[in-house]
């Protein structure tokens, strides 16, 4: 059996005769609007009938809500390719590592991360950035006014969710269940944080920003958003910090943020504020949409697994660990010969890694891995090492990085109650015969 690939949602979206609040209506109205036994009325019925395909002859047997399978491994929208479905509103999709072998992310690789609903349609030459709040000069900036008035530049960054690794957790933790793919370093091309900041003017008084973007919230209310997350002046001052307009030499992908996004490394990737339309600086820890609770807040001390913590113990998530990847071979490839490089990346939040190590003996004994820099401050390492397997059989490839401040990563989950920060060991499974 050949397999077809439904209508990417996207698509589904551009060629909406109604446009995009009608696409968007149509879609996922049909939970609203299915009649008292739960039958999709006509209207609901199209809209997942062209995402699917084709008619659908039992369509009076779906149950409300229903997301149609064909969506869970279909190509997850236009320009991406081999990434895993999570969640489809909003859109989550991660990338299987053997898809993340090159040193530089193609944008049809990088993950998906969306907390609301993209904007659709925008226009990059209207687009427009306000620059607010604690500044000498409040500015609005075009994208043509930031590519004139600054210095432009680009560099390979790593962007990775917070919430990468929490399909591991145990007990769970609730949230879209990253396995290891919610991570890429694009190259990204813009202007420097920094440069706009100064322009700007930044007062004394200004401690923490804020960042907002265009994207609406789940519940269609007006106003309210997604996604408003800060870092302190000092981070924010950070010069790997971008004001994004391209990614890998073309322009940033809707789902990735175009026309504008902040590139934060190093930090969750909640700090990169997709689809921006304002930072704004202020004298306080900023307290927009998921920057209080718990969202993107560990316990300030270790925890045991499964255990309560009162909010007020909750910190603030800076730095990201250091972490690795194997990027080939493929978890659960199986070959011939014994002998073959394994690879990947490593990095280190603010700093970089120091060392890589490759076991294949289920940790009794490690080789090193050689190890490039970073091409740039803010990207991920390449690493590579050959392995010589002894006889035929069931293999697992263990890698596992240290930072320059001597940190390793762990075997075990640091457990935490939200799924945050899991940086364990990647491990893969090899047969040879
Ligand atoms: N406006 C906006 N920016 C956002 C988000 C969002 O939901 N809305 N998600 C954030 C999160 S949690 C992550 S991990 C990164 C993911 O970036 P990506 O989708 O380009 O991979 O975008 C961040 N920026
Ligand atoms: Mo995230």
Not at 70 to 75: H, K, N, S, T, V
Not at 109 to 137: A, C, E, M, Q, Y
Not at 235 to 254: E, R, T
């Amino acid at each position: 059996m050949a397999k077809r690939n439904p209508v990417p949602i996207l698509k589904f979206y551009r060629d909406h005769p109604g446009g995009p609040e009608a696409a968007e209506k149509e879609l996922f109205g049909r939970i609203a609007h299915a009649d008292r036994r739960g039958f999709l009325k006509n209207i609901g019925l199209a809209a997942v009938g062209t995402l699917v395909g084709a008619a659908i002859p039992f369509h009076r047997n779906m149950p409300i809500g229903l997301i149609p399978a064909a969506l869970a491994d279909a190509q997850v929208t236009d320009g991406k390719d081999g990434l895993t479905l999570l969640n489809d509103r909003p859109l989550n999709a991660e990338t299987p590592p053997h898809f993340l072998d090159d040193a530089v992310t193609p944008t049809s690789r990088h993950f998906v991360r969306n907390n609301g609903v993209p904007p659709v349609d925008v226009d990059p030459s209207i687009w427009k950035l306000t620059v607010d709040g604690l500044v000498d000069t409040p500015l609005s900036l075009s994208i043509n006014n930031l590519r004139k008035n600054f210095e432009v530049v680009s560099r390979n960054l790593v962007i990775e969710c917070g919430g990468n690794g929490r399909a591991m957790f145990n007990p769970p933790a609730r949230g879209n269940q990253w396995t290891y793919g919610a991570v890429g370093c694009s190259n990204w091309t813009g202007v420097r944080l920094r440069d706009v900041l100064r322009a700007a003017g930044v007062k004394d008084s200004a401690i923490y920003t804020a960042h907002e973007g265009a994207d609406g919230h789940l519940s269609g209310k007006e106003g309210k958003m997604p996604l408003s997350r800060g870092m302190p002046i000092n981070k924010a001052m950070d010069d790997a910090n971008l004001i994004a307009f391209g990614q890998n030499g073309g322009d940033i992908h809707p789902m990735n943020g175009a026309p504008l996004r902040l590139v934060v490394p190093g930090w969750p990737g909640s700090c990169s504020q997709k689809w921006l339309t304002r930072i704004w600086l202020r004298d306080q820890v900023h307290d927009g949409a998921k920057m209080t609770g718990t969202s993107y807040r560990v316990p300030k001390y270790p925890v045991a697994p499964g255990s309560k913590v009162p909010t007020e113990d909750f910190e603030i998530i800076e730095a990201m660990p250091v972490k690795s990847l194997i990027t080939s071979p493929a978890n659960g490839s199986q070959t011939a010969a014994r002998t073959f490089e394994v690879r990947g990346h490593a990095w280190a939040g603010d700093t970089v890694v120091d060392t890589v190590d490759v076991s294949y003996d289920f940790g009794a004994t490690w080789q090193p891995a050689s190890l490039d820099k970073p091409s740039n401050k803010g990207a991920w390492q390449q690493w590579r090492t050959t392995v010589a397997l002894p006889e035929a059989g069931y293999y697992e490839i263990w890698v596992r990085a240290t930072d320059a401040n001597g940190r390793m990563q762990p075997f075990a989950i640091d457990w935490n109650p939200k799924g945050y920060l899991n940086n364990s060991f990647h491990r893969i499974a090899v047969t040879t015969t």
